[in-house]
């Protein structure tokens, strides 16, 4: 794949507030051929669990910095790839290069080279509308899940006021201030917290996935990945059989608690979800007692 892209300076990424993870790269995924993928990979190789945290808009691996320690803690393997287009992965210029099947491959291309079992998906906002169609797929390889404000991008129904509230944002912010937007979300971050949000992004060139992740959200019947998303549906109402936690931001204004109740309804066996009353849509800042309450209810500690 030859394309222009830019590449976040390591410099960028100094002395960043509950961040001390290695980084890891993978530069030869089949389809992605010279691009640079990041990805966190915590905890012991050889655990019987491997926890797949994949991150949402506007943000990165840095979402899943309280939840991590917890699951390694645990005696657990955590992996938590950048996009492309985020974090410490490499970010094609064009916004026509970010396409649903192009974010969904990358992940599989991860799990296949990375050679990942016994996967518990872990997943918010497009982690989980990407994530979510891949374990009908790969069904042998994933026996958990924990759901944080997410949903299917099935096409069949209206987007609501939130989301197109939130994609109007998005589209007149080509240079949305990404740090400021999680102070206003999560008004108990640092400075230095919401400067790392920022970190990945020096000026609105490296922003394209950023601007371009919302106008993807599948609106139509035919809109790419609305069909896969509507056999993942399916599949996990009626074929799912690993187990399930959910948690729900009690003030998210996109994926608040009558979504997450919708969804709920199609993940076959999914309990009472974890309501986070303070919480909006990152509810990952409340990640230490998301992850402890997962491990407890799948028995993992």
């Not at 994609?167 to 230095?192: H, Q, T, W, Y």
């Not at 920022?198 to 601007?211: H, M, Q």
């Not at 992740?213 to 009626?238: I, M, T, Y």
């Not at 986070?276 to 509810?283: D, E, K, L, M, P």
Request: aromatic share 12%.
């Amino acid at each position: 794949m030859h394309l222009n892209f830019l590449r976040t300076p390591e410099s960028c990424f100094q002395k960043l507030p509950g961040y001390n993870f290695n980084a890891n790269y993978v530069e030869d995924l089949s389809g992605y051929e010279g691009l640079r993928v990041h990805f966190l990979d915590e905890g012991p190789k050889n655990s019987t669990q491997t926890f797949l945290c994949l991150h949402g808009q506007p943000s990165w691996s840095y979402l899943y910095r309280k939840m991590i320690p917890i699951f390694t803690a645990a005696g657990h393997r955590s992996i938590a790839p950048d996009f492309l287009g985020f974090g410490r992965s490499d970010k094609p210029r064009s916004e026509e290069t970010y396409t649903f099947n192009f974010h969904r491959n990358l992940i599989i291309g991860i799990i296949k080279k990375l050679d990942l079992q016994n996967i518990i998906l872990v997943c918010q906002d497009w982690g989980g509308i990407i994530g979510l169609t891949i374990p009908m797929e790969m069904s042998d390889l994933f026996n958990g899940l924990i759901l944080m404000t997410t949903t299917f991008g099935t096409g069949d129904l209206p987007l609501g006021k939130g989301f197109l509230d939130w994609r109007k944002f998005n589209n007149e912010n080509p240079d949305m201030k990404i740090g400021n937007l999680f102070k206003r979300s999560c008004p108990n971050l640092s400075v230095a917290e919401c400067k790392a949000y920022d970190a990945p992004f020096p000026d609105i060139a490296y922003k394209s996935g950023v601007r371009k992740f919302p106008n993807l959200v599948p609106g139509q019947l035919n809109a790419e990945g609305a069909h896969l998303s509507r056999k993942a549906k399916e599949w996990f109402s009626n074929a799912w059989n690993g187990k399930t936690f959910m948690a729900v931001g009690i003030k998210d204004p996109v994926l608040g608690p009558k979504i997450m109740a919708n969804l709920r309804r199609h993940i076959k066996g999914c309990p009472e979800p974890l309501e986070i009353q303070n919480a909006g849509h990152f509810v990952q800042e409340e990640g230490q007692i998301i992850a402890q309450k997962a491990l407890e209810c799948f028995e993992l500690i």
